[in-house]
């Protein structure tokens, strides 16, 4: 997903703002296929000549920053911002747009490009209109704020549109990083109170000051400002225990953070952003933030493990609670002040219980990466698409039903399932209808242009089909209209055998367009080795590309299918002693071959009762019908057409056989080995010896005779019964589907 996250902020800076800037894009970065770009304004207070800034603020270098150098005049600016935010708009095609800028959001809203906005305060006088407009028309996804205060103060003065989401996502710090050789070397005193902060009006720094002048026996040391307001503040100093040490960057402020004993966080009742330390300036521009703010000082200090001592504000009531995980005093009273830091100074149980909880806290709640996911992760799922030609009763389509159901189950992933045909069987098996489409095309060639819509659309990352046709439609997409789509292709069947009987014009086309293009792929899953040598060797597949993958099998609903109660005409049939077969009525399955051996079962003493079901629908119905009446087996030999539940059926079989030509993987000997059943299958396609165990065997005659000698000695055996949880541990829908997942 490909995010760009737009601020005005200036960076690299000395604000609390362009940190929270850096630290939510490189979290952002963290997440699953997320690809962040930040635009900000370059700084013109970069007179440190700072030529790292990732390092500068301690973050990953996982995002890319897309700085512009603007006019200090606000009308230029924002017009200047406007034309490279386009300009970035047309290069790349950005899935979400994060905001922090009202009017952006605006200008975007009007092209109908919607963002997440976030806000820290309310709006200005000159960007009312713009957020009116915006919030009540829903041009924003979604809204965060960063305390109740604020969504209050939106939800009390807008008109909001009943579609917008409010969300209150305070701001966050990372775990403390440090490096522990360099803690000794900072000549930090004992019982020492730190401040890490700017030192603007309202937070507090006079307090330390006086706290300073009547507790003697601690230090206090004070980290931030710029030289105007230390030397300022440095004037009103009496005493000799306080320390001003100016700005430190990041990496500093964490040594310093961890080596003070007590951190403390003295806001007053109104704190601004921005301003004079003169308590006597009438003309204030700056703004008041007491009701808005959520700071960063707070998270960062919670990270470090050490006792907290702050303000009995709303807003930071939020965040740490009195005598839990901090002290919390009273700004209007200084000797609750002095109490505290003198409580902490005699117990250090105390000291150890709020900076234990203080510290749990933040893990649970205010990490950045947290924060990050929180506020995106409903935008950053990843969009999947399966696509196939029908859901009718064939292997196939039983297992794309299956990885469907399952892959709906993992809330990171949206998956479509794409059909062309509005039937099949299968239909009632999918669980979450809503993102079951129908194309409503008989074939998959005049589906293509719809697929195409389909997968702009979504914004589809991921398309995955699982027949020869539809795998060659996904890869051609990909070769010549969405070169970003990731391809996974499923082969099912051994197709240089498939090919080998099937001589058609229509079929060796296929065979040769495979050939050529099956190595496009992003990968290929081939249920068993067989499939996995077929397609290395006879279609020039690199082997990097195939991921052997068995089928997934709901062991679940099989359990609880094959023991429903029949129907009054299924249970008439289950009464008789029977052979079951199951499969499409398609010369690949070689039921011809199944009924003449099955003359030859019932032609021996003691096997006169025997009955052939055969479940599935398909082209040879009549063909086998007419087989059937001339081998005087209508009494014997049931074509049961597609069964919803052949479970119940394999359940009570006295034999399974699979006579099919070739196979990729058979579902049904998977199902059958399940229900412990005695199987008879043919090797011809191979394949069949990687999935069958040891109540099973495979044959390798094309004599009917000698095939139904092998059933009789199978029929008169003992049945071992195969082990239940080696399926589970190597078929089960869950294994499977996280399997596949892990190509995605």
């Not at 305390?147 to 209150?168: G, H, P, V, W």
């Not at 700005?247 to 953070?257: A, S, W």
């Not at 029908?390 to 479509?416: A, D, F, H, P, R």
């Not at 195939?546 to 089928?551: F, G, L, M, Q, T």
Request: proline fraction near 2%.
């Amino acid at each position: 997903m490909k995010i760009l996250y737009v601020s005005q902020s200036e960076i690299p800076s000395k604000s609390a703002n362009s940190i929270h800037v850096m630290k939510m894009c490189s979290s952002l970065s963290k997440i699953q296929n997320a690809e962040i770009d930040l635009f900000c304004l370059k700084s013109f207070q970069n007179k440190n000549n700072i030529k790292d800034v990732y390092k500068f603020y301690l973050v990953k270098k996982n995002f890319n920053i897309l700085s512009l150098k603007v006019f200090d005049f606000w009308l230029i600016r924002e017009v200047q911002t406007l034309l490279y935010i386009i300009y970035c708009l047309l290069k790349k095609n950005y899935d979400l747009i994060y905001s922090r800028s009202i009017q952006i959001s605006w200008f975007l809203g009007i092209f109908g490009i919607k963002t997440v906005l976030e806000l820290h305060s309310p709006p200005s006088k000159k960007t009312v209109y713009f957020l009116k407009n915006i919030l009540s028309k829903s041009r924003v996804k979604k809204l965060i704020v960063i305390n109740t205060a604020l969504k209050d103060y939106f939800l009390r003065n807008f008109d909001l549109s009943e579609k917008l989401k409010i969300q209150i996502n305070p701001d966050a710090s990372d775990k403390l990083f440090i490096l522990k050789k360099r803690l000794h070397k900072l000549n930090i005193k004992k019982n020492s109170v730190g401040y890490l902060g700017h030192l603007y009006q309202g937070r507090g720094i006079d307090l330390i000051i006086k706290l300073a002048e009547n507790l003697p026996k601690n230090n206090f040391y004070i980290v931030g400002g710029t030289k105007a307001h230390v030397n300022s503040w440095k004037k009103q100093v009496k005493s000799k225990n306080i320390f001003f040490l100016g700005f430190k960057n990041q990496l500093y402020c964490n040594h310093l953070r961890k080596k003070f004993d007590y951190l403390i966080a003295p806001y007053q009742r109104k704190v601004y952003v921005h301003g004079s330390i003169n308590q006597e300036t009438k003309k204030n521009k700056t703004l008041e933030t007491s009701k808005w703010m959520s700071p960063l000082k707070l998270f960062e200090y919670m990270s470090t493990k050490k006792p907290i001592i702050s303000s009995d504000l709303k807003a930071i009531n939020e965040i740490l609670t009195n005598n839990h995980d901090a002290i919390l005093c009273n700004p209007d009273n200084f000797y609750e002040w002095k109490q505290a830091i003198e409580k902490l100074n005699k117990d250090k149980n105390l000291v150890k219980k709020i900076s234990s909880n203080a510290f749990k806290n933040f893990l649970d709640n205010f990490t950045w990466d947290k924060r990050a996911r929180k506020i995106i992760q409903e935008y950053t799922n990843l969009e999947i698409t399966i696509f196939n030609f029908s859901l009718s009763g064939g292997g196939t389509e039983y297992m794309l039903s299956v990885l469907y159901n399952k892959l709906t189950e993992i809330k990171k992933y949206t998956i479509n399932l794409l059909i062309c045909q509005r039937r099949g069987h299968y239909v009632n098996k999918i669980e979450n209808k809503k993102r079951l489409i129908f194309l409503n095309k008989e074939r998959v060639i005049f589906s293509i242009y719809e697929l195409y819509k389909f997968i702009k659309k979504t914004r589809t990352k991921i398309l995955i089909t699982s027949m020869l046709h539809t795998n060659i439609v996904a890869i051609m997409l990909k070769m010549f209209l969405i070169p970003s789509l990731k391809v996974i292709i499923r082969e099912s069947n051994t197709i240089s055998l498939k090919f080998s009987y099937d001589r058609s014009f229509k079929s060796q086309s296929l065979n040769f367009i495979a050939k050529k293009i099956y190595n496009n792929a992003d990968a290929i899953i081939a249920p068993t080795n067989i499939i996995k040598n077929d397609l290395i060797k006879n279609y020039n597949v690199n082997s990097n590309l195939i991921h052997k993958i068995p089928n997934p099998y709901d062991f679940n609903e099989i359990e609880k299918l094959s023991k429903k109660i029949p129907t009054k005409k299924e249970k008439k049939l289950l009464q008789n002693d029977y052979l079951l077969s199951i499969g499409r009525l398609h010369p690949q399955k070689n039921f011809p071959f199944l009924i003449e051996t099955f003359k030859y079962i019932v032609s021996n003493k003691g096997f006169e009762n025997l009955k052939l079901f055969i479940l599935g629908d398909g082209k040879d119905k009549n063909k086998l019908e007419k087989q059937i009446n001339t081998l005087n087996l209508r009494k014997k030999v049931k074509l049961l057409g597609f069964q919803e539940n052949p479970f119940a059926f394999m359940k009570q079989c006295k034999l399974f056989i699979l006579s099919s030509i070739y196979e990729g993987h058979s579902n049904v000997l998977v199902h059958s080995q399940y229900l412990n059943n005695k199987i008879l299958s043919s090797s011809a396609a191979g394949a069949n010896k990687e999935v069958l165990s040891s109540n099973g065997i495979s044959y390798n005659s094309k004599d009917p005779i000698k095939v139904a000698n092998l059933a009789i000695k199978m029929l008169k055996s003992k049945k071992k019964n195969i082990s239940k949880s080696k399926l589970l541990n190597k078929f089960s829908d869950k294994n499977i589907t996280y399997k596949i997942a892990k190509l995605f």
